[in-house]
């Protein structure tokens, strides 16, 4: 037990910091009073503490080196621990494989996936191509209608696509007039290529003469 020479308190040898100087090797102040003292005069202490490194790089210089070499190995044990803890942090993840979760999204077993994709042949179901495209993986196509989220019932599970077939499905937001209206767009514009051109401008010669 000691006194704090601060606030008079009578409290554990654990409650003051160590000090070599000292008869008893501890400090004469309590760790509170110490750290009460050093808040209320914080920029006294940054003052002083730069005032003296500027003033004592010598003093300062030789200090470190007694210090490394007092603790050599405790500096290397740490050194080593931090380029371990760095290496493991450095390591990269291996990617977590998603299929089971995607599969249970849709309410599908893989033998039931499987099966779809043999029903295909292992060809997407819209353009035939036997490259998934994107990801490498193919898309499990749903009725939107039935279910609109990202979670679906299974039973409206249509089939397997590849990326560019499913986002066209997206982007005419599954509506087959949408995509019939681009059928025709495609058409009109492919008939208007094959005519020979030089028939339309004879064509135009003979009705602005008639004219």
């Not at 009578?10 to 003051?16: A, L, Q, R, T, V």
């Not at 036997?130 to 209608?145: F, K, L, Q, S």
């Not at 514009?189 to 020979?196: E, H, I, T």
């Amino acid at each position: 037990m000691k006194k704090c020479c601060s606030c008079k308190e009578i409290k554990g040898d654990e409650s003051f910091c160590k000090n070599r100087g000292r008869k008893d090797g501890l400090n004469p102040e309590c760790r509170s009073c110490v750290t009460k003292r050093q808040e209320d005069n914080k920029e006294k202490i940054s003052e002083y503490q730069a005032k003296w490194q500027k003033e004592n790089k010598d003093k300062k210089r030789e200090a470190a080196r007694i210090y490394r070499a007092r603790h050599r190995e405790e500096i290397n044990a740490k050194k080593r621990a931090d380029w371990a803890r760095k290496k493991v942090a450095n390591t990269p993840k291996v990617p977590r494989d998603k299929t089971k979760e995607r599969l249970r999204q849709y309410k599908l077993t893989p033998e039931k996936y499987e099966a779809m994709l043999r029903a295909q042949e292992g060809c997407c179901a819209i353009c035939g191509t036997t490259e998934p495209r994107g990801r490498g993986r193919w898309h499990i196509d749903h009725d939107h209608a039935c279910c609109p989220g990202a979670k679906t019932c299974g039973k409206c599970v249509r089939g397997l696509l590849c990326s560019f077939c499913n986002y066209a499905l997206g982007f005419f937001r599954d509506s087959p007039d949408f995509l019939l209206a681009g059928v025709d767009y495609l058409r009109r514009y492919q008939d208007r290529n094959k005519k020979d051109p030089r028939k339309e401008w004879v064509e135009l010669f003979r009705h602005e003469m008639a004219v």
